[in-house]
């Protein structure tokens, strides 16, 4: 039988998404919640045009998000309680990394014509600058990386000659710690070493005490360009290597093969598919010029920045886990 035709219609379709990151915005979820259902209500407690806003919403009907049980009256489904969690929320908020993300989107024909992001177009300033003169949107930004937004991460990847030999772990690019958090709570001999911007380490105090391990973990505030704290025996890189271009991953692999001479590994989660994988586009090449890398691309960028890749497989967990060591 012939494959279905396409709806060209429903794909090119804008106004769904839009009407979706204004009601999140305006947390109209949160207010029916609490009691406010009438349009009128609705438009004054949000500070909106109570026509413009009875048409968004009428039209989120359409598409099963809310209900309208009489003209103008607005409740909930099953559908709409979902705009009720925080993980929901973040990427949907036009005033926080949401929105970056939601405008970014328009900066793809520059992305496709030239293979570099033009974000700075939109936002004046580059990705992680922007992030830097914008308090506010970064918090939210590792809200979303973080546990809020990504939930807690799984320690269940395992590396050569197992965990039980490893005394030390550098996680390079860490964010609040969540992983790291993890990755102690699941080995108790191992000590922890968060590498990430300050305004980022400084928020994960409370993962890690409440994950126990706090008394085993140095808190290092830095970016991962500058030199790593040496001589551990794993530094991971968990989604990072992915949201950079070629330049920037040479310069960070080559930073930790630097830190890990003469016997230590680097471990790579994230960003490494094998072949014959498809490959999606994704947010981090509009935002930053990221890319996810075949093995074999892998493997190349590696031997330019002193590594050598000796295990790469999908695990069980879902994990796909590449290890380097320093080749010189």
Known sequence: MPEPAADLEALSDLRTPWCVHVAATLRIADHIAAGTERIDDLAKITNSDPYALHRVLTYLVGKGLFAEPAPGRFTLNEAARRLLDPAQLIGLDLNGIGGRMAYAWSTLPIYVRTGKPAYEEVFGLPFWEDLD?????????????????????????????????????????????????Q???????????????????????????????????????????????????????????????????????????????????????????????????????????????????????????????????????????????PTL
């Open 133 to 181: 003169a914008n308090p506010d949107v970064a918090a939210s930004f590792d809200a979303l990386i973080g546990p809020t937004g990504h939930g807690m991460p799984s320690p269940e990847f395992e590396i050569t000659g197992g965990w039980k030999a490893v005394r030390s772990v550098v996680d390079v690019g860490g964010g609040t710690g969540a992983m790291l958090s």
């Open 183 to 325: 990755i102690l709570r699941r080995w108790p001999h191992l000590h922890g070493t968060l590498v990430d911007l300050s305004r980022t380490v400084s928020l994960s105090n409370e993962i890690f005490e409440s994950a126990g391990v706090a008394d085993r973990v140095t808190i290092v505030g830095q970016n991962f360009f500058a030199p790593l704290p040496p001589d551990a025996d794993i530094y991971l890189l968990k989604g990072v290597i992915n949201d950079w271009p070629d330049e920037g991953a040479r310069a960070i692999l080559s930073n930790c093969a630097t830190a890990a001479r003469p016997l230590g590994r680097v471990v790579v989660l994230g960003g490494v598919v094998i072949e014959e994988a498809p490959r999606d586009l994704v947010i981090e090449m509009v935002l930053v010029g990221g890319k996810q890398r075949t093995l074999k691309e892998f493997a190349a960028l590696c031997r330019e920045s002193n590594l050598e890749v000796i295990a790469s497989e999908r695990q069980a967990s879902g994990y796909f886990v590449t290890e380097c060591r």
